[in-house]
């Protein structure tokens, strides 16, 4: 997707800047660069393409519910006073690099997981609970297969008839 964001402080100003758009007074463009308190002023507000999964919850399903060219009045997100236009909806596409992006999710998820695990069975053995006999290895026990017991028989060399 793509959107226009302004970012605000101040709730007041915000309700002013939606007024000017929503009247057409003003363009998004020129009040993002010169009110927005966020990167986005540097791009006239513009943001994208992005996907839904990077943006705040609330903001995503602003977007998804959004037609192209829906104008959003200041809402409350976190500290900011947010207006938020729809420009453009693009479906995913599973690309290569959407590819690899889902891959590296994944494995970031698996490996957040595995650390965690790592973390739970680590706290659980602390170095003072491991005793000597834990850390030395174990010692085989003398049987009567194992081949250098005593109490084995040994195989015997072959005879030779003489």
């Known amino acids: 997707m793509i959107y226009s964001l302004l970012r605000l ?9 939606y007024f000017r758009l ?10 993002a660069t010169q009110y ?3 990167p986005e002023a540097n791009t006239g507000g513009l943001i994208g393409p992005a996907d839904l999964g990077g943006c705040h919850p609330r903001l995503a399903e602003m977007m998804r519910v959004s037609q192209p060219g829906q104008l959003w009045p ?43 695990k790592f973390e739970v069975l680590q706290s659980e053995v602390t170095p003072a609970q491991v005793t000597p006999a834990q850390v030395a290895p174990a ?13 084995s028989a040994a195989p015997k060399a072959p005879q030779l008839a003489t």
């Open 36 to 38: 927005s308190q966020g």
């Open 9 to 17: 402080k101040d709730a007041a100003i915000a309700q002013e800047l």
């Open 139 to 151: 010692q085989a026990t003398p049987t009567e297969d194992a081949p250098n017991s005593p109490d």
């Open 22 to 31: 929503e009247s057409e007074e003003a363009v998004f463009t020129d009040l």
């Open 74 to 116: 200041p809402t409350r997100i976190e500290d900011w006073w947010v207006i938020v236009r729809l420009e453009k909806f693009m479906p995913a596409q599973l690309d290569e690099a959407m590819r690899r992006r889902l891959l590296e999710e994944l494995f970031l998820a698996w490996l957040q997981e595995e650390s965690q």
